[in-house]
């Protein structure tokens, strides 16, 4: 167990700093879309480049946090019932939860998404926009955000057994003031 728990750290640590990336991308998304507006109408220069790579630093913010999001067990979910189990009843179903739910997709998502990428990367597909950018990096964060999601899910799976077995203290409560 303590291999596993330490295996579970390693990946909550990677997923961590990613998500810290995925949050600087936020910021590069809005100096980028900034500077753009005003080399475009102060000095009428223009890029679709710079339109693009805007879409890619989403498209990391989305796939690259998305671990990060569910390492700090912040994914929307509609907690009817939930908030009322046991803390050792939320702790199985979130177990169960991620062996039936989690697992699978993200397994069959990633699995799914690597045909796109190599086909784009094999046909150096670009954008068609004019001074457009290559696609398969941004194709390629599919398959590596889902494979990061699927890291994550076996971590807390690991760390849900642990608890259930004693040997953690991970707080299973979901609920958030509201904003």
Excluded: C
């Excluded at 998304?29 to 339109?51: E, H, K, T």
């Excluded at 796939?63 to 929307?76: D, F, I, R």
């Amino acid at each position: 167990m303590e291999a596993l728990l330490r295996f579970a750290g390693a990946v909550d640590r990677v997923n961590m700093l990613l998500g810290k990336a995925a949050n600087w991308m936020g910021l590069a998304a809005v100096v980028i879309s900034s500077g753009a507006a005003v080399l475009r109408y102060a000095f009428n220069i223009g890029s679709n480049a710079w339109l693009e790579i805007q879409w890619y630093l989403f498209a990391g913010m989305v796939m690259l946090g998305a671990s990060y999001t569910l390492k700090l067990n912040e994914h929307v979910r509609v907690d009817v019932l939930y908030s009322r189990y046991s803390e050792r009843a939320r702790l199985w179903l979130d177990f169960i939860g991620g062996i039936v739910f989690l697992l699978p997709m993200t397994i069959m998502i990633g699995w799914l998404a690597w045909p796109m990428v190599a086909n784009s990367y094999a046909v150096h597909e670009y954008s068609s926009s004019p001074g457009g950018l290559l696609r398969w990096p941004v194709k390629l964060l599919v398959p590596v955000g889902f494979a990061l999601l699927t890291l994550q899910g076996i971590s807390e799976i690991i760390k849900r057994v642990a608890a259930l077995a004693g040997r953690l203290a991970l707080d299973a409560k979901y609920e958030r003031p509201l904003q």
